[in-house]
């Protein structure tokens, strides 16, 4: 048949047009010449039934038998369809398919949209998939980063892995295995020649995150190591097994640093030889590979070796007292350990004295001797008293020659003093000698006619008469103080509840008594002899103390020069001041009186 829209020559037994695909209807076989020219036999009948849209069904039936003899004619298409397999005289279904296209596209979309989703899925949520993006540049996880890294590294790319996992530890650096990820960038640094970077990654490590593994610091020893930086291996080392107790570090700096220099003279306590006159001990220090030492000696306080140090060169003397010796020593830039040790030197203390006569009570004049045993004896010197106060350097040397002890309660004392300046126990022996025995100077002793802070102005002016000069002068004893001034001397008042009442007063004139009836020209004897005088002896000084009680007060001779001295005598005041007579001499004799109150 002919196509009708495209006029192809269609055999009747297709139903669709193979050129445009349009489906062809069966159409009634005529017996004239429309059927000649279609090929068909005039005889034969053909019924098209409509089908479905996307096929159509024809049925073909077999020709009448004829009543008539038979008679061979050429086989029609039912006969050649026989001959093809076809059973004859039975109709024959032919089925035409039509493509739904919209349909098609569809489906294929759907399809399409399945396959976008599930590599999204597997791209997004799978490691495999992450390290696809990684591989493409697109973000990724910290997993896939490092797993990147790893592969670039493996092929050479040193720049890329360390680019990969710095973007993976910015990612995650809180990860539990971050420690062992690390290890990994540190060994990219290093390929890459990026040494500081190394070194500050692996110090962050074992600063922050695991101070405790050991893996870190034998990084950083191994770059340390290989760029030659001794010195700083030397203190790392020591860091290093401080932090871990890992014993590898200790022997890695053995080897590396010289060993502490060792003193001579072990750390202890020790005490100078009187016998042999030490006055310090010595100590040696020594380098066992014979490198230079350096050392403190009670160093300040932040001193630094070997920086602040002094070459060793000689003995070190170590004299009495507490000391602390530091040193370490040098090999080029390397520094052992430093060695420290203490040592107290203390010299030895002398004896106390003996006295040569018991504690106790005597009717008569006594003298005494002070002994001294102790094996030291040529090298001490011996301090005493007997005026009743503690022997210093500046009481009496015993020379050995008995002392005269006068009238009345007695403590002898005395103390021993070897060449160290070390002093011994005080000896203090009391003694009590009755035999009569003066006074102390005290409140009831009067100068001329008048009584110290009792006689006023007015009696005073009675009894001397008119003074030369009379004026108020500044004194910081009272507000307001006045001063009278005659031939003799003067006189001095100051006010009080009983008016200007006298305070001062001094004479230079013969004229004029003192209390106990001394006098400006007497001797030093003639004066002495008036109070009490306990009879010690003169110091090294040229001083001598007369007497001295905590209770009522004390006298001494002052040394001035050769030709000048001064007497005091001294007694306390119900007001907690005191009243000083005071005695100047010249050649021992008396060539000035004064009465003086203090407050």
């Keep these: 048949m002919i196509c009708p829209q495209c006029g192809n020559i269609v055999p009747d037994s297709h139903g669709v047009c193979s050129e445009c695909g349009m489906i062809l209807r069966s159409q009634d076989k005529g017996t004239g010449a429309a ?35 038979e008679t061979k004619e050429a086989p029609s298409e039912p006969a050649l369809e026989t001959r ?65 890294g790893t592969e670039y590294l493996d092929q050479g790319y040193i720049e890329r892995a360390i680019m990969s996992y710095e973007s993976a530890y910015d990612l995650d650096p809180n990860r539990e295995d971050i420690y062992s990820k690390l290890l990994m960038l540190g060994e990219a640094y290093e390929a890459g020649g990026y040494y500081s970077k190394a070194e500050e990654l692996y110090t962050t490590m074992y600063k922050t995150i695991d101070p405790h593994n050991v893996t870190a610091y034998r990084l950083v020893a191994s770059l340390l190591t290989s760029q030659n930086r001794n010195m700083e291996l030397s203190s790392f080392l020591k860091m290093a097994y401080d932090a871990t107790g890992d014993s590898s570090f200790s022997r890695q700096r053995e080897e590396l640093v010289p060993a502490a220099p060792t003193a001579t003279l072990a750390a202890g306590k020790y005490q100078l030889s009187m016998k042999d006159n030490e006055q310090y001990k010595t100590v040696d220090l020594v380098s066992a590979e014979g490198y230079d030492i350096y050392y403190l000696l009670d160093g300040e306080l932040g001193s630094v070796l070997p920086e602040d140090g ?91 020659e008995p002392v005269l002890l006068p009238g009345g309660r007695i403590h002898v004392k005395a103390v021993a003093v070897n060449s160290y300046r070390k002093v011994s126990n005080e000896m203090d ?66 006010t009080s509840s009983n008016g200007f009442v006298i305070y001062d007063f001094q004479t230079s004139s013969s004229s004029f008594t003192g209390p106990r009836s001394t006098k400006v020209g ?53 007001d907690d001041g005191t009243v000083t007579l005071s005695y100047s001499l010249t050649d021992r004799a008396v060539t000035q009186i004064r009465v003086q109150y203090h407050n």
């Excluded at 399809?111 to 390290?131: I, K, P």
């Excluded at 005290?442 to 007015?458: A, H, I, K």
């Excluded at 002899?529 to 001295?548: E, P, T």
Aim: net charge neutral.
């Design 310 to 400: 002094t070459l060793f060169e000689k003995p070190i003397e170590l004299k009495e007292g507490y000391h602390t010796l530091r040193a370490v020593a040098l090999s080029s830039e390397l520094v052992s350990d430093e060695m420290s040790t203490t040592y107290t030197i203390t010299s030895p203390v002398p004896l106390s004295p003996k006295l040569s006569l018991a504690p106790g009570t005597y009717e008569t004049k006594q003298r005494v001797w002070i002994r001294y045993y102790g094996d030291d004896a040529d090298s001490v010197t011996i301090y005493y008293t007997i005026d009743g106060l503690s022997p210093t350097s500046n009481s009496p040397i015993y020379t050995g």
């Design 429 to 494: 022996v009391e003694l009590k000698i009755n035999i009569p025995f003066k006074r102390y100077y005290n409140p009831s002793d009067t100068c001329g006619d008048f009584v110290m802070l009792q006689t006023t102005r007015e009696t005073f002016i009675k009894r001397y008469g008119q003074p030369l000069v009379e004026e108020d002068i500044v004194d910081p004893i009272a507000l307001r103080c006045i001063r009278l001034t005659y031939e003799w001397g003067y006189a001095k008042f100051m």
């Design 84 to 148: 093809k397999g076809r059973r004859a005289g039975k109709p024959h279904k032919v089925r035409r398919f039509m493509i739904n296209w919209a349909l098609v596209w569809t489906v294929v979309l759907v399809l399409l949209l399945l396959a976008a989703g599930s590599a999204y899925v597997y791209l997004r949520a799978s490691d495999a998939g992450q390290l696809v993006l990684a591989r493409l540049g697109y973000d990724a996880n910290a997993e896939a980063l490092w797993a990147l």
């Design 522 to 574: 007497q001797s030093l004897s003639d004066i002495t002899d008036k109070f009490r005088d306990m009879g010690q002896d003169y110091n090294q000084n040229g001083d001598r103390s007369i007497y001295w009680d905590d209770a009522e007060g004390y006298a001494k001779l002052y040394k001035i020069d050769n030709h000048n001295s001064r007497l005091d005598y001294v007694y306390y005041t119900e």
């Design 35 to 69: 059927a000649i020219r279609q090929g068909r036999s005039g005889s034969e009948g053909v019924r098209a039934d409509r089908g479905s849209a996307y096929s159509s069904t024809v049925f073909v039936s077999r020709p009448a038998a004829s009543s008539g003899p």
